[in-house]
């Protein structure tokens, strides 16, 4: 169960007015309310954990966790371990029994704690049931610490204008579940080295990046080749480059993203020679 805090309009005025590095002190005369709260009904638990694939490697992390629902399914139906947080010590302490009595209180545990000052590195799987502005001011916080390839649930209430890889919704309960994945970082300029120096070819990439869609523009012996069907997942990064002057001529890439290093495979298609080589990119520094 994750709470949804009932505000008046008059609080809500407030916060949204409130930037994301202000959020903290916003959101501190939260510790002090106690306040009501909306269950998750179980089929939009089970359906939260089903899009995040959820599995026995999994660190669940659930920012306002209310009776622990969320946390105890992922445990008992998946075999993940986790923690979540709430502000009310009642919720929490029901929770712990809650886990108890479920017969996994040795893979979750549930503090009282506010969730601007709770460590989320840890986390593969993120579940969250908050109000759109508490998404909008938790937003920089996922993207910064949050490992690339972690998975994102929010029940009802989006990310703004970040885009959800998955949007769906659960039949008969008039619920939605949006999925995102947290993407590797990649804006800036690049240096591809395709094959072995001297039996190989190079070219420089350009990307711009907004959460997780990306677009950009490569220079190839110091002239454009298209770049299309560009596709950032978590830490991997596929595209498709076509020499401007032979359509046909098509040469699929496919990598996974380590900071400032992009290591992967590419093959050609089309009037390109159907060969296999591995590429490697290097991003320059700023």
Do not use: C
Not at 45 to 63: K, S, T, Y
Not at 238 to 259: A, M, S, T, W
Request: proline share 5%.
């Amino acid at each position: 169960m994750t709470p949804v805090y009932v505000l008046s309009a008059l609080v809500l005025s407030l916060v949204s007015l409130v930037s994301p590095a202000a959020a903290q002190p916003a959101f501190d005369f939260l510790k002090g309310l106690t306040v009501p709260y909306v269950p998750t009904n179980q089929a939009t638990v089970e359906a939260m954990l089903r899009i995040a694939n959820v599995g026995p490697g999994d660190f669940v992390i659930d920012l306002g966790s209310g009776d622990g629902r969320i946390l105890i399914t992922a445990a008992r139906l998946h075999g993940a371990r986790g923690f979540g947080v709430d502000l009310d010590p009642q919720r929490v302490k029901e929770s712990i029994e809650n886990a108890r009595v479920a017969g996994v209180a040795d893979r979750v545990s549930f503090h009282q704690r506010d969730l601007f000052d709770t460590q989320i590195a840890q986390a593969t799987v993120l579940t969250m049931y908050l109000l759109p502005e508490v998404n909008r001011a938790l937003r920089p916080r996922l993207l910064a610490e949050l490992k690339p390839g972690t998975r994102v649930v929010t029940h009802d209430f989006d990310l703004g204008e970040w885009k959800p890889d998955i949007r769906a919704s659960v039949r008969g309960f008039g619920t939605e579940v949006h999925f995102y994945v947290i993407p590797a970082q990649v804006a800036g300029k690049w240096q591809f080295q395709v094959g072995a120096s001297g039996r190989g070819f190079t070219f420089e990439a350009q990307f711009k990046q907004q959460y997780q869609e990306i677009e950009g523009t490569v220079r190839r012996d110091g002239r454009l080749v298209f770049l299309r069907d560009e596709r950032l997942d978590g830490e991997r990064i596929q595209f498709v480059l076509i020499d401007d002057v032979d359509y046909q001529h098509r040469e699929i890439f496919d990598g996974r993203v380590k900071g400032n290093v992009i290591e992967g495979t590419m093959r050609g298609e089309g009037t390109a020679p159907h060969v296999r080589r591995t590429w490697r990119a290097v991003r320059s520094k700023p």
